[in-house]
């Protein structure tokens, strides 16, 4: 079995180096048969460099430079597409993410005892060694997740994970979908664990993530409920709402359209509703929300033609990166 190592780096020079090192003790204990893909995502100091150097150095290793920062997404994309072994693991570059944990994962990939063979395991870092302001928030994101999308796991956003190589032949990245791979995984009929792992204090450099991460990836990840539960069916979706709204519009017009015509009779009881007079209808609010609820539900359903239209020629193979260099095969 050939193990393949992704590993995102944007401005991790200080890291690099070490993070190789412990790497190839891990790999020459246990004589795996790997390769490293470092991708550099448009790093402004000497990453490049270093991974230039350690390619020299170890011909395992082998480099990916983007133009400029692309994502991770797209820096794990790149990775995949790159790598040849029968199992990907990836991890991030700063050193909080332990080699020491390679072969727990290969691991877990084997047979169980109960007989179930996983294609996917997802990091746990259960004792996290970050600001509180970032472990809340992620607890509630992870909570959420798990939720919204049945995939149950403990730590979503864990940048180390291991995979079984063939699943990205059918998942494709883009945006910042990287934190949802197991939910995409699981979605296709992928058998997706978790494993407990270390998280080590960051050593060097500063985090790449603010508060902005936790509304994109709120946005994410109703973008990834909505491609898991009705991806390939999105009428089914949109035209409910718009059935509804078009319902209601509807509703709200024929009630109206109802008690003007029989106002129009003169019938006796009426008179029950306080209407002792042909009703004029014409200024009611109620005309204007109706109309525009009937309009909307029409433009939903409308878009929910458009959108199973898209579905089937499905979308461009074009790439949402540019490399201006590699090294390595």
Not at 178 to 207: D, M, N, Q
Not at 230 to 240: D, K, N, V
Not at 280 to 307: K, T
Request: overall charge neutral; hydrophobic content about 40%; proline content about 3%.
């Amino acid at each position: 079995m050939k193990l393949s190592l992704v590993i995102p780096v944007y401005n991790e020079d200080e890291s690099i180096v070490k993070l190789y090192e412990e790497i190839d003790a891990v790999v020459k204990q246990e004589q795996y048969e790997t390769e490293i893909i470092f991708v550099d995502d448009g790093s402004t100091d000497s990453s490049w460099q270093k991974i230039e150097e350690l390619h020299q150095k170890d011909t395992k290793i082998s480099g990916i430079r983007f133009r400029r920062n692309f994502g991770k997404a797209a820096a794990l994309t790149a990775g995949f597409e790159k790598a040849s072994g029968d199992v990907v693991i990836t991890m991030d570059a700063d050193l909080q993410d332990d080699p020491k944990e390679i072969p727990g994962f290969l691991a877990m990939l084997e047979p169980q005892e109960d007989g179930k063979v996983l294609d996917v395991v997802s990091g746990w870092k259960k004792i996290r060694h970050d600001p509180w302001h970032k472990v809340i928030p992620s607890r509630f994101f992870n909570a959420m997740v798990s939720y919204m999308t049945g995939v149950k796991l403990h730590d979503h956003n864990c940048g180390m994970k291991c995979y079984r190589r063939e699943i990205f032949n059918e998942i494709t990245l883009y945006g910042e979908l990287h934190r949802f791979v197991p939910v995409l995984a699981a979605a296709r009929g992928y058998r997706v664990g978790e494993k407990v792992i270390a998280h080590r204090a960051r050593t060097f450099g500063h985090s790449k993530y603010g508060f902005t991460r936790f509304i994109k990836g709120f946005l994410d990840l109703f973008t990834v409920w909505f491609l898991t539960a009705y991806g390939q069916r999105p009428q089914h979706l949109i035209g409910t709402l718009g059935l509804i709204a078009s319902g209601i519009g509807a509703a709200v017009l024929i009630y109206l359209a109802g008690i003007w015509g029989i106002s129009r009779l003169g019938l006796n009881w009426l008179t029950c509703l306080g209407l002792n007079e042909p009703v004029n209808i014409g200024h009611r609010p109620a005309v204007i929300y109706g109309v525009a609820a009937l309009l909307f539900g029409a433009q939903l359903l409308s878009i929910g033609v458009i959108a199973e239209m898209l579905t089937s020629n499905r979308r461009s193979s074009a790439k949402d990166y540019s490399i201006k260099s590699t090294t390595g095969k």
